[in-house]
């Protein structure tokens, strides 16, 4: 009851609701579960950004009372890199789809990883295109049926972790909708740690992606997340065959790199701009 | 020639360098004064000097010729005063980090041409719907598609104006000359903050790489405008109010004002909305803005033209083609006149109409197969006789085919 207060705090319930999304989706555990986070951590509402791109995840940022912008399709990470390096001392936080972030946004996911600009990014995974329908998304597995492949997805998948990890991202983490003190505490990591931070979350969407390959009630793919997330620590202690079929959560990589901003205020002075 | 070999021996003309901006800085200071100093440069330089005097606070582009200059001079200026200068993957990439930048309250700006002017028009329109101040500079060259990097056309003049889905009105300012690339920068600011809205500057290639000598104002010689912020506590604030201009007073995120901003139709708090009487009403208003500014927006010149029987209408560098072309008529006894347009979109109606009442015929010349002509006959209207003069084969029109014109016409 506690939490729920806490969480209707942030709302913007007097404007925009009921929401958009089925009964049963898991985009709602994550927005409590961000709202949390920016809590716990004490962050002035004034200063805190929510950027959305277009999908299901991108209807978020119109429920929470925070600066938010709902931008265009896979194009969230550009416009939140002129914020943050307009104004750095905002916190700002990207919410994604799969399709949003890996397929139209692939290139502006991979370079704003590589920039490495304080960037919160959380990437919603569904393993397809829910809002649309349900078409195949480059994280669908393979041989999954949806409404653009009938007979079975045929495309390998993107490891959206691995992406962003490979893209040269400081911090890689990947939770689910159903560990949900889990992806409170790795939100709050992702939003303190100091550049691009990319957090996968695996969701599922029954209506569209389980419905079509016979996985059950929201329940049941919950059920199957629970049963099938390993930890980092005891995923690595894992033979190859005892990890088929395993998703690894946790924080997957933290680095150190140089930060975008704090690069850039070297290029100011550099410049003789220096206040 | 002489003379200004001459002046530039004296020290009066000095071309910046762009490779030393402390060492320019310090000698732009050093010979300082109220009139400004005499440059010799390019118009994408001139550009650049213009955004900066309007307080350009963030550029975002990708390099693509003929407008790489303006990223180039601005990634030393840019930073050299404060501001932030990033090249992004793409032009997607820089027209959404623009529209962030000036969301977080800084002036912004990017560059590009064709090809990347094509990437823009899914975020121009964002710009657009969100009403987020932002300037585009396009330095035309030819197309189709890669078409023809280094030379010169005017052949986006439509894409300038319906480039994007949907109905909207956009500002499109043309300059012809150095010196009006730089006031027409600020010009293109001034009205994106006043009206809220992302500013075309159609260049082209020829206007944009030319160099002509020009007196840089110590401060910008154009009163610079910002956006109007909210006056109102926080909670009275309706972002985007149907206020009596049309524009509704800017926040930016960080200034304690928090809000919705999206590219779905929304209502005046700017939440998406799908009631009809809401949706009308905003798009009513996206559109009247643009069309209640038009006296102030719509930029023309004339020259000429009291008595004149034939009218060159034209714009860009086409322009000074057709000034000599006039002169040189003129000598030869014709009854020409000149109209240039400054201002493209929203089109001069007004103009065409007077001048289709009282000339025989209105010759458009353009770099491109007929792009604007088009709309000078849809306001003259069968009054006169409207005559295109295209060229597309990567080349200026030449005074001499305009005069060639001009005589025929008569």
Redesign the interface.
């Given at each position: 009851m506690e939490r729920t207060k806490l969480v209707h705090k942030y709302l913007r319930s007097e404007k925009k609701f009921p929401h958009l999304w089925c009964p049963g989706c898991g985009d709602g555990i994550l927005m409590g579960a961000m709202i949390r986070a920016i809590d716990r951590l004490g962050l002035d509402q004034d200063n805190v950004v929510v950027v959305s791109g277009i999908g299901c995840s991108g209807r978020l940022p119109v429920y929470v009372d925070f600066n938010t912008l709902h931008t265009t399709h896979g194009r969230a990470l550009s416009f939140a890199t002129g914020i943050k390096l307009a104004n750095p001392k905002l916190t700002v936080i990207v919410v994604m789809g799969d399709g949003d972030a890996t397929a139209i946004g692939g290139n502006h996911f991979i370079h704003t990883a590589r920039r490495n600009i304080d960037l919160c990014a959380i990437v919603i995974n569904n393993n397809v295109y829910g809002m649309t329908g349900g078409q195949y998304s480059p994280t669908t597995p393979m041989g999954a049926k949806s409404a653009t492949s009938a007979f079975g997805n045929i495309e390998r998948p993107f490891d959206i972790c691995e992406l962003a990890r490979g893209s040269g991202a400081s911090w890689v983490a990947r939770g689910t909708v159903y560990h949900v003190p889990m992806l409170d505490n790795l939100i709050m990591s992702a939003i303190t740690k100091k550049g691009f931070c990319m957090l996968e979350v695996a969701a599922y969407c029954h209506t569209t992606f389980g419905r079509r390959n016979k996985l059950g009630k929201p329940t049941d793919m919950m059920r199957w997340m629970r049963d099938n997330s390993v930890r980092t620590e005891a995923f690595q202690k894992l033979s190859d065959e005892e990890r088929m079929g395993k998703m690894e959560i946790g924080i997957l990589a933290d680095f150190d790199y140089p930060e975008y901003c704090e690069m850039y205020d070297e290029v100011i002075r550099k410049s003789g701009g220096g206040a | 020639m002489e003379k200004k070999a001459t002046e530039r021996k004296n020290g009066k003309i000095k071309a910046p360098s762009r490779q030393q901006?402390?060492r320019k800085?310090k000698r732009a200071a050093a010979s300082k004064s109220d009139a400004g100093q005499i440059v010799l440069i390019s118009g994408n330089e001139a550009c650049v000097e213009g955004a900066l005097a309007a307080g350009l606070?963030?550029f975002?582009g990708y390099p693509i010729t003929p407008a790489t200059e303006i990223s180039e001079v601005l990634s030393?200026r840019l930073?050299?005063?404060?501001?932030?200068f990033?090249q992004?993957?793409?032009e997607?990439?820089?027209m959404?980090?623009?529209?962030?930048?000036?969301?977080?309250?800084?002036k912004?700006m990017t560059a590009t041409s064709g090809p990347g002017f094509s990437l823009m028009q899914?975020?121009i329109g964002?710009g657009t719907i969100a009403e987020v101040p932002c300037v585009v500079v396009n330095v035309m060259r030819g197309g189709p598609s890669t078409g023809l990097p280094t030379n010169p056309a005017q052949g986006d003049v439509m894409q300038a104006r319906w480039g994007r889905h949907g109905d909207q009105r956009i500002i499109v300012l043309c300059p012809n000359s150095v010196e009006e690339c730089y006031t027409l920068t600020i010009k293109a600011f001034n009205f994106s903050e006043k009206y809220r809205t992302p500013v075309i500057l159609l260049m082209d290639e020829i206007v944009g790489h030319m160099r002509e000598k020009m007196t840089l104002p110590a401060e910008a010689n154009i009163p610079v405008v910002n956006r109007v912020k909210p006056s109102v506590p926080p909670e009275w604030h309706i972002p985007y109010e149907n206020t009596p201009t049309g524009v509704p007073p800017m926040a930016?995120?960080?200034?304690?004002y928090?809000?919705?901003?999206?590219?779905?139709v929304h209502d005046q708090?700017g939440?998406?909305t799908q009631r009809q009487d809401e949706i009308k009403e905003f798009i009513t208003r996206l559109t009247t803005k643009i069309e209640k500014a038009r006296r102030e927006l719509i930029m023309v010149e004339t020259e000429f033209i009291d008595d004149a029987k034939v009218a060159v209408l034209s714009y860009g560098s086409t322009s000074r083609s057709a000034r000599r072309a006039v002169t040189m008529a003129r000598k030869g006894g014709s009854k020409a006149g000149i109209v240039r347009l400054l201002t493209l979109w929203p089109f001069p109606v007004r103009a065409v109409q007077r001048l289709s009442e009282h000339v025989d015929a209105i010759i458009v010349p353009e770099m491109n197969q007929g792009q604007l002509v088009g709309e000078v006959e849809r306001h003259a209207c069968g009054r006169c006789s409207v005559v295109p003069l295209n060229r597309f084969d990567g080349a200026m029109i030449e005074p001499e085919e305009i005069l060639h014109a001009i005589l025929e016409v008569e």
């Amino acid at each position: 009851m506690e939490r729920t207060k806490l969480v209707h705090k942030y709302l913007r319930s007097e404007k925009k609701f009921p929401h958009l999304w089925c009964p049963g989706c898991g985009d709602g555990i994550l927005m409590g579960a961000m709202i949390r986070a920016i809590d716990r951590l004490g962050l002035d509402q004034d200063n805190v950004v929510v950027v959305s791109g277009i999908g299901c995840s991108g209807r978020l940022p119109v429920y929470v009372d925070f600066n938010t912008l709902h931008t265009t399709h896979g194009r969230a990470l550009s416009f939140a890199t002129g914020i943050k390096l307009a104004n750095p001392k905002l916190t700002v936080i990207v919410v994604m789809g799969d399709g949003d972030a890996t397929a139209i946004g692939g290139n502006h996911f991979i370079h704003t990883a590589r920039r490495n600009i304080d960037l919160c990014a959380i990437v919603i995974n569904n393993n397809v295109y829910g809002m649309t329908g349900g078409q195949y998304s480059p994280t669908t597995p393979m041989g999954a049926k949806s409404a653009t492949s009938a007979f079975g997805n045929i495309e390998r998948p993107f490891d959206i972790c691995e992406l962003a990890r490979g893209s040269g991202a400081s911090w890689v983490a990947r939770g689910t909708v159903y560990h949900v003190p889990m992806l409170d505490n790795l939100i709050m990591s992702a939003i303190t740690k100091k550049g691009f931070c990319m957090l996968e979350v695996a969701a599922y969407c029954h209506t569209t992606f389980g419905r079509r390959n016979k996985l059950g009630k929201p329940t049941d793919m919950m059920r199957w997340m629970r049963d099938n997330s390993v930890r980092t620590e005891a995923f690595q202690k894992l033979s190859d065959e005892e990890r088929m079929g395993k998703m690894e959560i946790g924080i997957l990589a933290d680095f150190d790199y140089p930060e975008y901003c704090e690069m850039y205020d070297e290029v100011i002075r550099k410049s003789g701009g220096g206040a | 020639m002489e003379k200004k070999a001459t002046e530039r021996k004296n020290g009066k003309i000095k071309a910046p360098s762009r490779q030393q901006p402390q060492r320019k800085a310090k000698r732009a200071a050093a010979s300082k004064s109220d009139a400004g100093q005499i440059v010799l440069i390019s118009g994408n330089e001139a550009c650049v000097e213009g955004a900066l005097a309007a307080g350009l606070g963030f550029f975002a582009g990708y390099p693509i010729t003929p407008a790489t200059e303006i990223s180039e001079v601005l990634s030393t200026r840019l930073p050299a005063v404060g501001g932030k200068f990033i090249q992004m993957e793409d032009e997607i990439a820089s027209m959404a980090a623009i529209i962030g930048a000036s969301i977080a309250g800084l002036k912004s700006m990017t560059a590009t041409s064709g090809p990347g002017f094509s990437l823009m028009q899914e975020n121009i329109g964002f710009g657009t719907i969100a009403e987020v101040p932002c300037v585009v500079v396009n330095v035309m060259r030819g197309g189709p598609s890669t078409g023809l990097p280094t030379n010169p056309a005017q052949g986006d003049v439509m894409q300038a104006r319906w480039g994007r889905h949907g109905d909207q009105r956009i500002i499109v300012l043309c300059p012809n000359s150095v010196e009006e690339c730089y006031t027409l920068t600020i010009k293109a600011f001034n009205f994106s903050e006043k009206y809220r809205t992302p500013v075309i500057l159609l260049m082209d290639e020829i206007v944009g790489h030319m160099r002509e000598k020009m007196t840089l104002p110590a401060e910008a010689n154009i009163p610079v405008v910002n956006r109007v912020k909210p006056s109102v506590p926080p909670e009275w604030h309706i972002p985007y109010e149907n206020t009596p201009t049309g524009v509704p007073p800017m926040a930016a995120f960080g200034d304690g004002y928090r809000y919705h901003i999206t590219g779905l139709v929304h209502d005046q708090h700017g939440f998406p909305t799908q009631r009809q009487d809401e949706i009308k009403e905003f798009i009513t208003r996206l559109t009247t803005k643009i069309e209640k500014a038009r006296r102030e927006l719509i930029m023309v010149e004339t020259e000429f033209i009291d008595d004149a029987k034939v009218a060159v209408l034209s714009y860009g560098s086409t322009s000074r083609s057709a000034r000599r072309a006039v002169t040189m008529a003129r000598k030869g006894g014709s009854k020409a006149g000149i109209v240039r347009l400054l201002t493209l979109w929203p089109f001069p109606v007004r103009a065409v109409q007077r001048l289709s009442e009282h000339v025989d015929a209105i010759i458009v010349p353009e770099m491109n197969q007929g792009q604007l002509v088009g709309e000078v006959e849809r306001h003259a209207c069968g009054r006169c006789s409207v005559v295109p003069l295209n060229r597309f084969d990567g080349a200026m029109i030449e005074p001499e085919e305009i005069l060639h014109a001009i005589l025929e016409v008569e």
